[in-house]
């Protein structure tokens, strides 16, 4: 089969552009390259693989875990199953709070940021490339995670420091900033079968009404905290008012910020000291 030939096969059961993104997946090529070579015969090993990637695909395989990237940000960052798939709503909490960091320290320089529940370090590499002078520092209790993390950030060139440790278990340091998309979903909650199915759990599941993660991290944070300081959250977009009272019920002398994302939801939270 030619390549035109496959482009037509895989858009029988999928959208045009994941065809070609698959197809040029196991091309080794740019997806725009392909129509340069659509006279060209590919083997049947490739030609299998091809079916076998659109045959997942057909069967709700999120196309970021099969094609083994995704864009975030700018960055291209490796992902598999071990870690979540980052969100619009993340570029959005990541955008906010360097506005915010470069309004609260104007000079940035030798800031410690520590990334909290990091997965993939889609976060922390993002900060550390749009703030090239201030530590990361990526945590996960996830040792599997840890390993995409780390290897996100040789792939990209960004040094960070990289600690296995359950929420603050193993941090022993102070930071300016404190950033985290935690575990937000209630453990009985609805959500799509292709995220329930696919990304892992202890990723997903903040407890009963997923605030489990927002309670453990507010109890202590103030410990590993500098004097003047930033926290941000993501969160689920009905926990504003229970994530507000937490932080009031650990925090003094704070100005909270909320803001909505691109679709009106509620889906940030600051909380800043200066």
Sequence with gaps: ???????????????????????????ECDPLYLINILDNVIEDEKIEKYKKLIEARINNKPLQYILGTTNFYGLELTVNENVLIPRFETEELVENTILLIEKVFPDSKNLNILDLCCGSGAIGLVIKKKLPHVNVTMSDISK???????????????ETKIIESDLFQNIDNKFDVIISNPPYIGDDEKIDDIVSKNEPPLALYGGPCGLDFYERILKDIKYYLHDKFIISFEIGCTQREAVLNIANKYLKNIEIITKKDLSGKDRMIFIVRK
């Design 1 to 27: 089969m030619t390549v035109e030939e496959l482009i037509v096969h895989g858009k029988k059961y999928l959208h045009s552009m994941e065809a070609k993104m698959l197809l040029a997946n196991v091309l």
């Design 144 to 158: 599997n995670a840890l390993e995409i993390a780390s290897l996100n950030s040789k792939k990209l060139g960004l």
